[in-house]
């Protein structure tokens, strides 16, 4: 995120107008976080001593040219410079170096360029958070996502295209179950089908529309995806089950991380006899429980492949 260019300027004249002396100046920065390294590299003395307007002009490139762009010291400037309220007397008053009406203005204009941008931040969030809930509201009723899980069973449609058509019904099915939900996404050539978001937790999705032993290879490439994310989780969905020997090869010795989910669990859903969150908590509780990955969502029982 980079510092607001027109509040930067107006920083550069309050503290201009604030400030007389060069190491009064230089002083400020420092008490806001400017190095040791970025305030030596602005001499302040000999032939080449910078100007006022110079010293402050080399801080800022300074802080400006680190990785961060330097927000810390900038937003620490700009909060010490919301509140200010002394005018030292010396160089306002006895010396009459600093100009008080002049500071006081700066200040205040300062004040309503922040103003300005906080409420441009507050307009920016609100919307945000519309469009994400309007994106987040089903678009279709659990009877609708029957009809068309039932039309894909019969239907010879290619294997891709039914596998995106089932994309959207589980996304659909975790936005009916008030689930936070995330649409397909591609990250680093990484395909992923999407995600949910259960009990504080993520969980990857994966969607798979093809025979049984046919998922062995793409469930180990998925759980591969899952490990490498911070405390992942994932769900492998597999309309035809899944063969017995990815089930023992995902449980032994390893960490469980992927939960695998088939058309009978689906269509368990699809009819009503469970919401999709009550499905995933059934399926964490006997993975948490019982170290069981595919388990029947209302009996608990292991399913055998």
């Known amino acids: 995120m980079t510092f607001p260019a027109d509040i930067k300027g107006c920083m550069k004249d309050c503290i201009l107008s604030l400030f007389w002396p060069r190491k009064d100046i230089v002083g400020f920065f420092e008490k806001h976080g400017c190095t040791k390294a970025e305030i030596a590299s602005v001499p302040l003395e000999g032939e080449s001593a910078l100007k006022r307007h110079e010293i402050v002009d080399a801080l800022f490139t300074a802080l400006a040219a680190r990785s961060d762009d330097g927000l810390g010291p900038f937003r620490a400037m700009l909060q010490s410079l919301l509140n200010w309220s002394h005018f030292d007397p010396y160089y306002f008053d006895k010396l009459r170096k600093l100009d008080r009406s002049a500071a006081a203005k700066n200040l205040e204009h300062l004040r309503q360029l922040q103003e300005i941008r906080d409420a441009k931040i507050k307009a920016d969030r609100d919307r945000r958070a519309a469009d994400e809930a309007a994106r987040q509201q089903p678009k279709a009723s659990l009877e609708q996502l ?107 010795g390893k960490e469980i991380q992927t939960l695998f989910i088939d058309g009978e669990d689906l269509i368990l859903v699809l009819e009503g006899h469970l919401t999709f969150r009550d499905m995933i908590d059934r399926k964490v509780k006997a993975a948490q429980t019982k170290g069981l990955i595919y388990v029947h969502p209302i009996s608990g029982v292991e399913k055998k492949s």
Request: no cysteine; aromatic share 10%.
């Open 146 to 252: 029957r009809t068309e899980y039932l039309d894909l069973l019969a239907n010879k449609i290619s294997r891709q295209q039914r596998g995106y058509a089932l994309e959207r019904i589980l996304a659909e099915l975790s936005r009916l179950s008030r689930l936070g939900t995330t649409e397909a996404f591609r990250l680093n050539g990484e395909q992923v089908d999407g995600a949910v978001k259960f009990d504080g937790e993520h969980y990857l999705i994966e969607a798979k529309w093809q025979e049984r032993t046919a998922s062995n290879e793409p469930v180990y490439q998925f759980a591969g995806k899952v490990a490498g994310k911070l405390y992942g989780r994932g769900l492998f969905v597999s309309v035809n089950g899944f063969s017995p020997e990815v089930i023992r090869s995902l449980v032994m």
